[in-house]
């Protein structure tokens, strides 16, 4: 329905455009009568009376009208300019031609081009010695120019005989009282010529100028042949109503009313579509359904993309609109189905743009969303971008510019180096400044670059001792010459390598302190300790002892032997700290030894309610290693997870080969919620329950981590939320 609405408006938009484009014209009584008639035929037929009645000179007569002034003599003879100028300018002519003759040993043809020289000087010369001469070559000029006029005047002839049997006219010359006419009574008169045996009549005066000039091709100049003057006419003309239908004038008369019928039908046709259209969209609540509906759709896009999209339909419809009328107004002559199409894709635009008009003008009333809608535009966006890289790019500014010296000495040096490129261009044009451009380079370019690549050579010295630094060994300290950036940043890295070279010492220390200090405090506590164990399993064998006195014995017995492997513990994580610990490898089969030490915990396993799902590649998977060192790896792990396992969960061990290396995973489901930290996990007396309701050193994934890393594998521990996974790598040395 909308579009329905858009094709009748588009339709009397059109006719509008139409009556106000042709309204006038076709408002006129008869062809004769507009202004196509008054501004073609009948101009054209007075400019041929006064051609060829009025000024009908023959050729011969005409010629002896001719005449030359002194105006045109001096002219014609400076022209060209001066003697000296224009016979410098023929000997320049002719000069090469002679030459290049002569270069080629033809005398002959040397000579026709020095006569033809000497002719053309010859006669120059003439010009301005003799006024005659000058006479006789501007006259003969004048004849031809004459002659080709007539000839030219007679190719209109046709044209005028036609005209001249569609009107009848009478003019007099004011001033001699001569008559011009076609009228065939013996006595004519302008009163000859009325409305009751014209079609159309009109008085018309105008002067003829009696003046035949004419274009020259040659110079591009308008030769004033002959002037005799002006004259003034007055008179009548018009045209007979007694033509013939066959009257080239009579056809287009019948054709303007033809067409002036046609006009005025789609005038009338246009204004009932227009207002049609108004009264069905006003009407149809279908059609505010389509255009609420588009409405939604379009009111989606951007703000500022809305008012481009709405821009551009303007245009766009404006020039389908014009384009359509061209085909309409051609209506005779255009091909129907392309005014059709034409009409068709104004009217879609036409919609749409109402479209986009209702949309438009709601959102711009609407002031209190335009902010929301203005923040959601593509615009908006784009600048807040631009402003987003503005500012990065002021920050990187002000970063270069910390040291203003070394943001002054780079900006010149790529000041320099743009200079030296620019200073390039000219000697594309001209040879002669390729040597200013070499000596430009000696002086300037090739200091520039010794000076780029020493400060290049400087910076990857320090990137090179600093990733030695990285990699913590103490390479020799840098040296930069110079008072620079570089040089500071040298001298920095230098200090800051004596005070790692100071930390790793008193680290050293520190580290050799506290494994003595555990040594000697594990080894004074382990006579003690041992002596309260012998006496707790005498005591233990009385009979005598009460049940209460057994029972505060046999929590003796306990603490003290979990202090003992603390102790034990402490002892061997610094030995092996200390590296004061020797392997004692042997061919060992792994899954066999997991298996072994899976059955120490056999009862353990069975009261834990933990489901052990072991698997393991092709047996045997052997290497040589401590057994005893990395049982007790295994050990530590089976028993971390007996104490640290969610109850009824499963747990999985496999053991598999992988590219030169043995690779064991354990991956258990933890009762206590894990730091994803791992690292802190491998300190020592830290511990998965951090209540510490459990028992534990807190030295076991330590001491096997400690004791991998002697075997050259790796320990690594994995947490993916309460999922904790050990995997251990050695290399399968056989």
């Known amino acids: 329905m909308l579009l329905t609405c858009s094709i009748l408006f588009t339709f009397g938009v059109s006719g509008v455009a139409l009556l106000a484009g042709y309204g006038f014209y076709y408002g006129q009584k008869d062809y004769f009568h507009t202004p196509e008639f008054e501004h073609g035929e009948l101009n054209q037929f007075t400019a041929y009376l006064d051609t060829f009645a009025i000024n009908d000179l023959s050729l011969e007569e005409a010629k002896e009208e001719l005449t030359v002034s002194k105006e045109e003599i001096e002219e014609h003879r400076y022209r060209y300019g001066n003697l000296y100028e224009q016979v410098d300018s023929i000997n320049q002519q002719y000069e090469e031609l002679i030459q290049n003759a002569l270069n080629e040993d033809n005398q002959e043809i040397a000579d026709v081009y020095i006569e033809a020289r000497d002719s053309k000087i010859e006669d120059i010369t003439m010009n301005f010695e003799s006024d005659e001469h000058v006479e006789a070559k501007i006259m003969k000029e004048k004849e031809t120019a004459l002659e080709d006029y007539y000839r030219d005047r007679e190719d209109s002839r046709t044209h005028f005989e036609q005209l001249k049997e569609s009107f009848q006219y009478y003019f007099k010359d004011t001033t001699t009282g001569k008559v011009y006419t076609n009228l065939n009574s013996k006595d004519p008169n302008p009163s000859d010529i009325n409305d009751s045996n014209m079609l159309f009549v009109k008085n018309l005066s105008f002067v003829s100028w009696n003046v035949i000039h004419y274009e020259s091709s040659s110079n591009e100049q308008t030769l004033e042949l002959i002037d005799n003057g002006e004259s003034q006419f007055e008179g009548r003309i018009g045209v007979p109503n007694n033509l013939a239908a066959s009257n080239y004038l009579m056809i287009k008369n019948e054709e303007y009313k033809e067409a002036q019928i046609v006009f005025w039908t789609v005038i009338a046709f246009s204004i009932i579509a227009i207002i049609l259209s108004f009264i069905i969209f006003k009407k149809a609540k279908k059609t505010r359904a389509e255009v609420s509906k588009w409405k939604t759709y379009y009111s989606k896009l951007p703000i500022d993309i809305r008012v481009v999209v709405f821009g551009f339909t303007i245009i766009l419809t404006i020039t389908m609109f014009f384009l359509f009328m061209e085909q309409y107004l051609q209506v005779t002559t255009a091909f129907i189905p392309n005014i059709i199409f034409l009409g068709l894709l104004v009217s879609i635009a036409l919609a749409f743009l109402f479209v986009q008009s209702i949309s438009l003008l709601s959102t711009f009333k609407n002031w209190r969303n335009m902010s929301n809608d203005w923040k959601k535009s593509v ?327 400690s004791i991998v890393e002697l075997h050259d594998g790796s320990l690594e521990i994995e947490i993916d939320g309460d999922l904790f996974k050990v995997t251990i790598e050695l290399p399968l040395q056989i």
């Not at 002892?545 to 202090?563: F, P, Q, T, V």
């Open 379 to 705: 615009s908006y966006k784009g600048f807040m971008i631009a402003k987003k890289y503005a500012i990065k790019l002021i920050e990187m500014l002000k970063v270069a510019f910390l040291n203003q010296s070394t943001g002054i000495q780079i900006t010149l040096l790529f000041g320099l180096v743009f200079l030296l490129g620019l200073a390039a261009v000219p000697t594309i044009r001209s040879p002669i400044f390729m040597v200013f451009y070499i000596l430009l380079l000696g002086g300037i370019g090739i200091p520039t670059v010794f000076l780029i690549v020493n400060k290049i050579g400087d910076f990857n010295r320090i990137v090179e001792n600093t990733n030695e630094l990285v990699a913590g060994n103490l390479s020799p300290d840098i040296h930069v010459k110079g008072d620079t950036v570089l040089a500071t940043l040298a001298e920095n890295i230098n200090v800051l390598k004596q005070g790692v070279r100071h930390s790793q010492s008193e680290q050293a220390k520190s580290e050799r302190l506290k494994t003595e200090l555990i040594t000697n405090v594990s080894h004074d506590l382990r006579t003690p300790l041992t002596s309260i164990i012998t006496y707790t399993e005498l005591l233990k064998e009385q009979e005598e002892l009460g049940e209460e006195s057994a029972a505060y014995l046999e929590i003796i017995d306990r603490k003290s032997k979990r202090l003992k492997i603390l102790i034990d513990d402490l002892f061997e994580i610094s030995k092996m700290t200390s590296g004061n610990i020797e392997l004692q490898k042997d061919k060992v089969d792994l899954i066999q030894l997991m298996q072994q030490a899976l059955g120490e915990y056999d009862d353990t396993i069975n009261k834990s309610g933990l489901h052990f799902r072991v698997s393991h590649d092709d047996p045997p998977i052997e290497t040589l290693v401590d057994g005893q060192k990395l049982w007790r790896v295994f050990d530590n792990l089976i028993r971390n997870i007996l104490i640290y396992s969610l109850e009824r969960t499963r747990v999985y061990i496999h053991l598999s080969k992988e590219k030169n290396k043995a690779v064991i995973t354990f991956k258990n489901v933890s009762k206590y919620e894990l730091d994803e930290n791992t690292d802190e996990l491998f300190e020592r007396f830290k511990r998965g329950d951090t209540s510490r309701h459990t028992e534990g050193s807190g030295l076991g994934l330590a001491i096997a981590q």
